[in-house]
Each structure stands twice: as structure tokens, then as C-alpha cells.
């Protein structure tokens, strides 16, 4: 059975930091691409960043570049947002996702994160 747990939301100030982190099991962990996406109250969801395989290459929207950075354990089935300098745009349901090598994508149940004075 596959699963993907989310886990490091809640409340923080602006400017503070989290860390999320996403222990996935029931699948190949070392051969999939990972990734989180966030859905902000009335939006859509969109990718925050994704990381490789191997050799690790990592992307990340625009809107959270040099503020996030995401990151995985192979050895452990765990992949890791550490967000700095949150903002309250960063407000949001935060999901982890996992494609893997037969291109099937499994999803987390989300995490929420609010960023608030």
C-alpha cells in the first residue's frame, strides 16, 4: 500500500521558518522524482519544487526561489521543504508527490501551513 505522510506544518510567523517532511512508503522511494505543491485559499494547486533521482537536480517555482529548499533521503524514504523567510502568500495546504518510474503519481494528504502575525 503506498503512502505518502506529510508531516512539520502549522503556524508561524512572518519571517520564521518550517520544515515538512514526506515519509513515503509502498514504492520504489529512490526511483521516483519527488515534489510538493501548495493550494493557497482560492487558488490553484501549483508545484513549489521538485527534486531528481540520482543525481538529485532540484527546480523551484519562482515565487519561492533562495527562500526554499527542497531535499530527499534515500536511505531513510524522506523528502524534506525547509522554507525560510515565509511569507503570508506562502499561506497554503501543502502536498507531497511522488511519480515513479512507470510514470504512476501518488499523493499526500496535505499539510497545512499558515503563515500569520
Known amino acids: 500500500q503506498v503512502q505518502l505522510v506529510e508531516s512539520g506544518g502549522g503556524l508561524v510567523q512572518p519571517g520564521g521558518s518550517l520544515r515538512l517532511s514526506c515519509a513515503a512508503s509502498?514504492?520504489?522511494?529512490?526511483?521516483?522524482?519527488m515534489s510538493w505543491h501548495r493550494q493557497g485559499p482560492g487558488k490553484e494547486r501549483e508545484l513549489v519544487a521538485s527534486?531528481?533521482?540520482?543525481?538529485?537536480?532540484?527546480n523551484y517555482a519562482d515565487s519561492v526561489k533562495g527562500r526554499f529548499t527542497i531535499s530527499r533521503d534515500n536511505a531513510k524514504n524522506t523528502v524534506y521543504l525547509q522554507m525560510n523567510s515565509l511569507k503570508p502568500d506562502d499561506t497554503a495546504v501543502y502536498y507531497c508527490?511522488?511519480?515513479?518510474?512507470?510514470?504512476?503519481?501518488?499523493w499526500g494528504q496535505g499539510i497545512q501551513v499558515t503563515v500569520s502575525s
Open positions: 509502498g514504492f520504489t522511494f529512490s526511483r521516483s522524482v
Open positions: 527534486i531528481t533521482t540520482t543525481n538529485g537536480f532540484t
Open positions: 508527490k511522488a511519480i515513479s518510474r512507470a510514470n504512476v503519481a501518488y
